[in-house]
């Protein structure tokens, strides 16, 4: 199947300081549930920590995230979406300028494995819908990953686990302090949206 570069999204910040204060709006659901989402395929723009956290979600089963840099699993693997609480946050391992990334669901309850990667998927679906989040209180801006933990896409609704990414040029700390994202002041965080052609 021939696939076409629909989108090309790149996020820059500046360097930011937050207070933890003010009220945290969750990231856009799926707009288009029972209808397969178009795949994408991720790229770190600079080196630094590869991070995520957790902004929702709670399908049937119990599903924990991960992630892979040119086909290497990360070290980091967790988010389960029934004990994470908003906010939460896993720095997944690091990451160097041009690395191809993947993020993955493992559902726990079934053993099965999904890519944001759908040629790497077994059934040969896509699990993963991507958009970029603005960022609150409690999660900094960074694409927004929903994904689907039924094999053959079940409903196609993309609300059964759900993430913000990013990369971080030095560790932080947890939210509820003060954040300092991005040492250089820069995310490189790439995402290219490809659908059937």
């Known amino acids: 199947m021939r696939t076409s570069l629909m989108r090309v999204a790149v996020i820059v910040l ?14 856009i659901v799926y707009p288009n549930p029972g209808f397969e989402a178009p795949d994408s395929t991720f790229a770190a723009g600079l080196g630094g920590f590869l991070v995520g956290y957790y902004t929702g979600a ?33 720095v997944f391992g690091a990451v160097s300028p041009g690395d191809v990334l993947v993020f993955f669901i ?12 759908k040629s790497l998927n077994p059934d040969g679906v ?31 609704n993309y609300y059964d686990h759900s993430i913000v990414v990013g990369i971080e040029q030095a560790a932080v700390p947890e939210p509820g302090g003060t954040m300092l994202l991005l040492g250089s002041g820069l995310l490189g965080l790439v995402a290219f949206r490809r659908r059937s052609a």
Do not use: C, M, Q
């Open 14 to 27: 500046a360097i930011v300081g937050l207070s933890v204060s003010a009220a945290h709006a969750a990231p």
């Open 126 to 156: 896509n699990h993963t819908w991507t958009n970029v989040y603005g960022g609150d209180s409690l999660v900094p801006a960074g694409f927004n990953l929903a994904f689907e933990d039924l094999y053959g896409g079940g409903d196609f």
């Open 58 to 90: 709670v399908g049937g089963y119990s599903v924990n995230v991960g992630a892979s840099a040119n086909g290497v699993d990360l070290p980091n693997i967790g988010l389960n979406n029934k004990t994470s609480f908003y906010g939460d946050r896993i």
């Open 106 to 117: 493992d559902v726990v309850d079934t053993g099965d494995r999904f890519f944001s990667d």
